[in-house]
């Protein structure tokens, strides 16, 4: 099968993969399809491959500049990032809106089946009822998704917390007050998770952008998941060092 069929494919298949292009170099022209479970279309651009784990786990596009000084662009392909929200309140509602408009799929888990539901959260793509475990183990969390946890419950926050931090989830968040966050933390100590473990969670999660109404806080906290997918820093762009789009490893 040729390269363009296969990249055709993955609309249909939801596979993720990268089609790495030299544009400068001795290569230049050269195309090489390479997908997550293996497959490889086309030969070639051995050192720009080789960075493929990780390129695919950042999940946007990348300028790459090789050893000999020429230039490989990795390009993209995948279904849209997931973002899970365990806790069914309204600030789940506002988050689902936002992930709309960024073209992602939302899901919101919430064992209490009176606030999971179509009217209160009409923007959500996925309503589970299920405890925490029970909701991870359906969604099955990987590279490409983000959890954040709302409840404002320990009998809910926790095992959440819990069972987000022992997937490949690429942001792990939770509200709450710096007081709350810190009595949290103790709490997991307490059931056994690494202190190390615990850097994962971003809590307060959101950036500081003086979010008070529940469209504002979560506009701050889609913000930092995409910043944290960009592996940014989330502040002022006129500060910022690294290039606006496309970067250059």
Partial sequence: ??????????????????????????????????????????????????????LIRRGRNHLIRLDDGSKVFAEWYGPPPRLLVYGAVDTAEAMCRGAKLLGWHSIVADARAKFATPERIPSADELIVEWPQEALAQVRPDHQTAIVVLTHDDKFDEPALIGALETEAFYVGALGSRRNQERRRERLLEAGVEESTLERIMGPCGLDIGADTQEETALSILAEILAVRAQREGGFLKDAKKRIHAEIE
């Fill in 1 to 54: 099968m040729s390269l363009i069929h296969r990249l055709a494919e993955l609309r249909e298949s939801n596979e993720r993969a990268l089609l790495f292009t030299a544009i400068e170099g001795d290569e230049a022209g050269a195309k090489v399809l390479v997908l997550e479970s293996g497959e490889q279309v086309g030969d070639g651009l051995d050192q720009a491959v080789a960075q493929f784990d990780e």
